[in-house]
């Protein structure tokens, strides 16, 4: 067996470890370590990537000494490797990016603590994106939600422990809903890990005893979507993702939501089955909560009075986004869906590193009057957040411009006239309310402002600012790739997919 | 009213804004500081703000919110009894579920050398779900030190107030004669059958997780018995982490080192031993001893962060 097959089974071990050393380390020592780790993190993912690639197939790795169905598995394919990839760069740039702001927004003796956190959310995340098993997925699904409270209150104002509490008793009930469908899944299938599974529930649909596997796949589909923030459940997001601190913001806003979906699809692509789910009823409903989420989240944006809580509504459009393309039931939809995810997580954190410093430089502020000209105080950030505002908005040559391409694609190839009137128009409405806010914020901080405008308030040292700037660009550099050579990342995307089933 | 509901559940209203701090009346005894507290819950329930909260509580509930909620909680209800009547009865085999738990109980002594089949199952076969489960314990325990802890490397001046308020409001335990006098009767006792659970995981019922949760709480009554600088002799801070960080390691490392040589066909070289004997099964006891002194520190580290604000003292 080839070693770099140990590679998935190592970033999980190592970034567990961290998480303790970093308990251990002093709080600058502890980030050196973590960007040191997160580097060679993905350097391991991407040896996975070209290896997947190269060979043509995935493969499983025994967690132990015994085999499929009795022991635990993970599993590693060129979706994973991608996935992993692309959101261990997102991480490592939040990291680097959002230093700058951890060191005035949390205190200096729990700067350890925050990066241990930072390494269990690295190791769910990983765990999440390798597994091949529904009840590991559970396990870290736990972790990952309690490492992204912590990740929350980690700023001690009152705003973040208000959001932290309300964002937990939603993630519980999420939990709590996936764990009773897991449950029952077991009790229906007699297994835990994905493939037999699926030959279970293939032997179930011919039976006939439809009901209770689709009563189970709603209640993870539900769970899963509170927690990632789907239609009727993203009234969380703002406060979660516009008080905590940027690389807080960055990490659950692009890549918490997207592990929990990535999860969603990993159990219906090989715990369910894509033929079982398309026929399911579920599906139907997720396409219509998708295209709801689309437009309600633009509404939201648009009625917020502050920057970060309109970024952070934004959000939940972009989710449903992700949900419309799982709703399709193509596979065209599929892609389209992983490719938002990808799309969304770049230029998302690229948003949130630039809004805390373009409220910086307007008196520490995020409402809408005092950050006017904030783009022309802060150079670099108002070029960055003008690069994501129009990725976001769906302008060519960015990744935003790409995914609504691929959706409407799809939508047209699945034939069916209310499903590709409804996506059109969806995607339509979206647009233009995207235009409507984001558009209106780019002008805004560039307009001059009322009065001469404050004086930045916490002067940063360079080698900050530097950093800022490098992880910034990197992410931009990323968004301008996914939208460019949208076609390389779509290749893998359905190279992955062929392999999934 | 209704946009004003709508911009608090969003989090935009600040219905606290208009209530003063009591930041200034902290220098006081018990009995006085409770009065003023009584003052202040009635001075506030009498506020504008409140009054308005409450009846537009009352208005929101009464309407919409209660026939939302009874809906939605009647058709999970009913989901629920659904899906319960295709589960299997207890006491009954589950014809589909039988193939994986038939293996573990028919070949688990002999795979894993543990007597005790749930501690082979979650510490041998399924072993990668329980280290994912020790570290659950450990994230919580992170997030509380996050939010609660106080100690002298991280002093603010206001903070100063905070630990003499602490020590006043806080019933001093260690000089209650009775509790005293109990707990230095219990607390051993506790602890040694802390210790036989953890060290009987893989013979009988026990393990690292209830072992541990009873070590813990024998600490904890040690410390509200004998005062917390007693058990801060034993367990420090420093001590406190250590053990964590080797304990933890440990766990990942030496399951690590079992996941990969499995997967790569390899021999591991752990001796099962014999099946009945206390140094048996492989890995699982010094797992189960690994996981059950996580879990005692993460007990006893929620009370004392709750309780002090630190984990061995400041």
């Known amino acids: 067996m080839e070693f770099v097959r140990n590679f998935p089974l190592l970033t999980i071990i190592l970034s567990l470890v961290s998480s303790v050393l970093c308990t251990l380390l002093s709080g600058r020592a502890a980030k050196r370590y973590t960007v040191i780790l997160e580097t060679l993190l993905i350097l391991m993912a991407g040896a996975v990537l070209a290896y997947t690639i190269r060979s043509g197939t995935s493969f499983t790795y025994v967690m132990g000494e015994f085999p499929a169905p009795w022991g635990n598995e993970i599993r590693a394919g060129v979706l994973e490797a991608l996935m992993a990839v692309m959101l261990l760069t997102v991480l490592l740039c939040g990291v680097q990016g959002g230093w700058r702001f951890l060191e005035l927004d949390v205190e200096q003796s729990k700067h350890n603590l925050y990066f241990s956190l930072v390494n269990l959310f690295t190791a769910a995340l990983m765990a999440l994106i390798w597994t091949n098993d529904i009840f590991t997925g559970y396990v870290f699904l736990e972790i990952m939600t309690l490492a992204s409270c912590g990740l929350i209150v980690a700023r001690e104002i009152g705003r973040t422990t208000l959001a932290a509490v309300r964002y937990m008793i939603l993630n519980l009930l999420g939990s709590g809903l996936f764990l009773l469908g897991v449950v029952m899944l077991y009790n229906l299938t007699g297994h835990l890990l994905m493939v037999p599974m699926a030959g279970a529930v293939s032997e179930l649909v011919e039976e006939g005893a439809q009901m209770p596997l689709t009563f189970s796949l709603a209640m993870i589909t539900i769970g899963l979507g509170i927690k990632s923030g789907m239609f009727p459940f993203y009234f969380w997001m703002p406060d979660t993702y516009g008080a905590s601190t940027a690389t807080s913001a960055v990490i659950l806003s692009s890549l918490v939501s997207k592990a929990y979906i990535f999860l969603l699809f990993k159990i219906l692509f090989r715990a369910i089955g894509a033929e079982v789910y398309v026929a399911l009823p579920i599906r139907a409903i997720l396409l219509l909560l998708g295209v709801l989420g689309m437009a309600a989240g633009s509404v939201s944006a648009i009625r917020s009075g502050s920057l970060n809580r309109m970024v952070a509504y934004s959000s939940a459009a972009q989710i449903g986004y992700i949900f419309m393309g799982l709703g399709l039931g193509t596979e065209a939809g599929f892609t389209a869906a992983l490719f938002q995810i990808l799309a969304h997580a770049v230029t998302k954190s690229l948003l949130f590193l630039t809004t805390p410093r373009l409220s910086l430089v307007s008196g520490d502020s995020m409402l809408f009057q005092r950050i006017q000209g904030s783009g022309r105080r802060a150079k670099d950030a108002g070029v960055f957040f003008t690069v994501a505002a129009l990725s976001m908005v769906g302008i060519p040559v960015f990744a935003g411009f790409s995914a609504k391409l691929l959706f409407a694609v799809a939508a047209v190839e699945t034939g069916r006239p209310w499903v590709i009137l409804a996506v059109m128009a969806a995607l339509g409405v979206s647009s233009v309310l995207n235009v409507l806010y984001f558009i209106r914020t780019v002008i805004r901080i560039y307009a001059k402002p009322q009065d001469a405008g404050p004086e930045e308030p916490y002067p940063v040292p360079k080698e900050l600012r530097r950093q800022y700037r490098v992880s910034a660009a990197v992410l931009t550099g990323l968004n301008l790739f996914l939208g460019l050579f949208s076609w390389v990342t779509a290749n893998l995307i359905r190279q992955g997919l062929s392999m999934f089933g | ?314």
């Open chain 2, 1 to 314: 009213m209704k946009r004003t509901f709508q911009s608090w559940l969003e989090g935009d209203l600040d219905l606290l804004s208009e209530i003063p701090d009591a930041a200034e009346v902290r220098n006081l005894s018990r009995r006085k500081l409770k009065d003023i507290h009584k003052e202040e819950r009635s001075r506030i329930r009498a506020l504008p703000v409140t009054r308005r909260v409450a009846r537009l509580e009352r208005r929101a509930f009464r309407s919409w919110y209660r026939i939302l909620a009874v809906g939605c909680c009647m058709a999970l209800l009913g989901v629920f009894l659904f899906m319960t009547a295709h589960v299997t009865r207890y006491g009954e085999e589950n014809p589909r579920a039988s193939e994986v738990a038939d293996r573990y109980l028919a070949h688990g002594v002999e795979e894993t050398g543990a007597i005790n089949a749930v501690a082979g199952m979650i510490l041998d076969y399924r072993a990668f779900d329980t280290l994912g489960e020790s570290h659950v314990l450990f994230t919580a325990l992170i997030c509380v030190m996050v939010l609660l802890q106080r100690d002298s490397k991280n002093m603010r001046p206001d903070y100063e107030d905070y630990f003499r308020i602490r020590q006043e409001w806080y019933y001093p335990t260690e000089q209650d004669p009775i509790l005293r006098r109990v707990g230095m009767v219990l607390g051993p006792g506790i602890l040694m059958l802390g210790c036989y659970i953890l060290l009987g995981g893989h013979l009988g019922p026990g393990g690292g997780f209830s072992g541990g949760a009873v070590l813990g709480t024998g600490l904890v009554i040690l410390a509200s018995a004998l005062g917390d600088e007693t058990v801060d002799r034993i367990l420090t801070g420093k001590r406190f982490r250590w053990i964590s960080f080797v304990a933890l390691c440990f766990y990942s490392l030496a399951k690590g080192y079992v996941f990969f040589t499995g997967a790569n066909g390899l021999e591991n070289h752990i001796p099962k031993g014999t099946p009945g004997a206390i140094l048996s099964a492989g890995l699982i006891l010094p797992l189960d001893i690994a996981v059950g002194l996580v879990v005692g520190c993460t007990m006893f580290g929620f009370y004392s962060l709750f309780r002090r604000g630190s984990i061995g003292g400041q």
